[in-house]
């Protein structure tokens, strides 16, 4: 947990804030209902609940904004005692972007896709700075280097689109710090990074808060990254604050059900369970009851919580948390752990993929080299990937932002083809390396499921639809029997037939991703590519898909590969787990193994920086580690930032592979592991 000394002034103050929307029937329905809070200066606080409890909103109205349609039904919101909602757009403009800045969840549409990185950055330094033109290109330079981005000259001249989404991310967290803010509110901003990105990023806020006095509004589903940087911590439930208090108090000791169940769903990093999922959903705005809002939901209910509203309380200790729950000396009763184990099985020795010295690049051949019909000399992204996957086998792929899953997976898929090696499933020795090539069979065989489901449903097509297509394509389906397997599928992932007839735009994301698995599962394949697909789900959702997967993959002995950045998530699913560094193996074992015992100095680098919801826990961070664009053409590819490095060996000679027990391989020239 962060240490700060916490200045009296109050930064942002919220008091009895009410937040709606009309109905079409003109009654006024809340969104937020009577908030109060207030962020002093040099201080942190976090903002957590399931999507759709008010949090952005709330965060957002700290800047005087509102979405379109709702509008405030009561109540104030200031910064630095100027009231958002009464000051004119000139006004607000002044405050916005410099003194109050705002890091919002998804960077891609934040950044301008035809201006530059570094003109981009510029462009806040020279409305939100003093600084002097000619020491603007120095000052982007520094702040890309500030959020861990490689070759930041180089970075500053891409455009957006040839950057990741953790590498965009980073760019708008810079952008945010640009003009130095009274206060900041961060809105998922870690979302899209890797755990060792994520950790230097936050001890980067941690610090700057520290030293100049920023206030903090820090709005997220990753609750060891709100234990890592919040003094304080508010737990949002259906618009309104259920439980208030210090960080160490909130999450080590929860004194509301809805916050133990939150705890509840997060996957550990040396645990096994798979989290225990929220029953049911939170009420509609509007239609939360006359009484405590989570009593459906909740295991120690009684009548009095289904009649009577609670009020915020204070416990009688000192230093207790504010609870909104008439039973909260009953609340240790629920459990904080999962209570389902991740059995052993026993695998058949059917393949179900197999990657042969497989190498990707993203290098374009120069017209000299079509001259001499020789391969690009650029060195590949992905280079001697060799992986044996066994049928009914989950693989988790963990690394760093740039260490080649996404790509890995895109090879597989048929959607970027090798430079050399091939791809073989199933029964055949070699797909074609392209995804038109390939016949419905093969097609039929592996699915993928994608990070981001707006973007990979038609938001034009029903849910009916969008389920339809794979089962005319694959089975021929018509008619009352195309319906029935519709429904079959929705059943299986927790929704059912009344959805068919909703478009995307009226699930909500846990339900699109659960759309998105069903439509998957519709094919029937023996191989499935996950691609992050928890990692924009809140955590409570998450564990509800984590149960489905594990659900679905032992009634059909489907096998995945499971690319994540959260390694707790990784732990709970797989067999077995793949580590990757800049395109190259560093290390592949049984999960128990590599998470028990890693033996690659990468490994343990990314386990030590693992966030836990504890605010007593700190990572273990490699100091002065930096991040590289590209691997070294010759030696190690962990060379430049291995705490072990042992000289000119790791230099220009590649590890040797290195095989142990039961499966156990790694690419080392370390004797002594």
């Not at 708008?172 to 755990?195: C, H, N, Q, R, S």
């Not at 504010?322 to 459990?335: A, E, F, L, M, T």
């Not at 690394?399 to 791809?423: M, N």
């Amino acid at each position: 947990m962060r240490q700060t000394d916490i200045k009296t002034r109050n930064v942002i103050a919220i008091d009895g804030l009410s937040i709606g929307f009309r109905s079409r029937s003109g009654a006024m329905v809340p969104v937020l209902r009577n908030i109060s809070l207030s962020v002093r200066e040099g201080e942190s606080i976090g903002l957590v609940g399931e999507s759709g409890s008010g949090k952005s909103t709330l965060a957002l109205a700290m800047m005087g904004y509102l979405k379109t349609g709702l509008m405030v039904m009561e109540g104030s919101a200031s910064f630095d005692d100027i009231e958002m909602f009464t000051q004119t757009r000139g006004s607000l403009e002044t405050i916005r972007g410099g003194r109050l800045a705002l890091i919002p969840q998804n960077s891609g549409q934040s950044l301008t896709p035809t201006l530059r990185i570094g003109a981009q950055i510029a462009e806040a330094l020279r409305l939100h700075s003093s600084l002097p033109k000619e020491a603007h290109d120095a000052r982007v330079t520094e702040l890309l280097s500030q959020v861990r981005l490689p070759d930041p000259v180089s970075i500053s001249r891409r455009y957006p689109h040839e950057l990741s989404g953790g590498q965009q991310q980073r760019v708008a967290i810079a952008m945010a710090l640009a003009g130095e803010p009274e206060a900041l509110l961060l809105d998922e901003p870690t979302t899209g990074l890797d755990v060792t990105t994520q950790a230097h990023i936050l001890e980067l806020l941690r610090d700057l808060a520290r030293d100049t006095g920023m206030a903090m509004v820090y709005v997220s589903h990753d609750l060891g990254a709100i234990a890592r940087v919040c003094d304080r911590v508010i737990v949002m439930y259906a618009g309104e604050v259920v439980l208030e208090g210090s960080a160490h108090k909130v999450l080590r000791e929860p004194g509301h059900p809805y916050a133990r169940g939150l705890l509840a769903s997060i996957p550990k990093l040396k645990d096994t369970h798979l989290p225990r999922a929220l029953d049911g959903r939170p009420p509609a705005p509007g239609y939360a009851g006359t009484g405590c809002s989570f009593v459906d939901r909740c295991t120690i209910a009684s009548d009095q919580c289904r009649d009577v509203h609670p009020d915020l309380i204070q416990g009688t200790d000192p230093g207790s948390a504010k609870s909104r729950c008439h039973h909260v000396n009953q609340v240790d009763r629920i459990p904080l752990v999962g209570q389902r184990a991740v059995r052993q099985r026993d695998l058949p020795a059917a393949t179900s993929l197999e990657l042969d010295d497989l190498a990707i690049s993203y290098a374009r051949v120069t017209f000299l080299e079509k001259l001499a019909r020789r391969e690009s000399q650029a060195t590949a992204t992905v280079d001697g990937i060799t992986i044996t996957l066994r049928k009914g086998e989950t693989l988790g792929l963990v690394g760093e932002s740039g260490s080649g899953k996404s790509t890995i997976l895109k090879s597989v898929a048929g959607l970027l083809p090798p430079v050399r090696g091939t791809v073989g499933a199933a029964d055949e020795s070699a797909l074609p390396p392209r995804v038109e090539d390939r016949n419905a069979s093969q097609l039929r065989q592996i699915q993928m499921i994608f990070q981001n489901p707006d973007e990979s449903l038609n938001p034009r097509q029903t849910v009916a639809q969008i389920l339809a297509q794979p089962l005319k394509l694959y089975f021929g389906l018509s008619g009352q029997e195309l319906n029935a397997r519709s429904t079959q599928l929705l059943e299986q992932v927790r929704l059912g037939g009344h959805y068919l007839d909703r478009l995307p735009s009226q699930l909500s994301g846990g339900e699109k991703q659960r759309v998105a698995v069903a439509r998957a599962f519709a094919a029937q394949p023996d191989l499935v590519l996950c691609d992050e697909i928890t990692s924009a789900l809140d955590v409570s959702v998450q564990a509800a898909v984590l149960e489905l997967l594990d659900d679905l993959r032992r009634e059909n002995n489907t096998s995945y590969v499971f690319v994540s950045h959260d390694l707790a998530v990784v732990r709970v699913l797989s067999d077995r787990v793949a580590v990757l560094y800049q395109g190259r193996l560093c290390e592949i074992g049984r999960t128990k193994d590599v998470y028990g015992d890693p033996s690659h100095p990468y490994t343990k680098v990314l386990l030590g920086a693992v966030l836990e919801p504890d605010p007593d826990f700190a990572p273990t961070l490699v100091t002065n580690d930096a991040v590289e664009l590209s691997p070294p053409r010759t030696g190690c590819p962990f060379q430049r930032r291995c705490p072990k490095r042992t000289g000119d060996i790791c230099d220009s000679v590649a590890p040797p592979r290195r095989d142990f027990a039961d499966g156990h391989t790694i690419w080392c020239h370390l004797e002594n592991l």
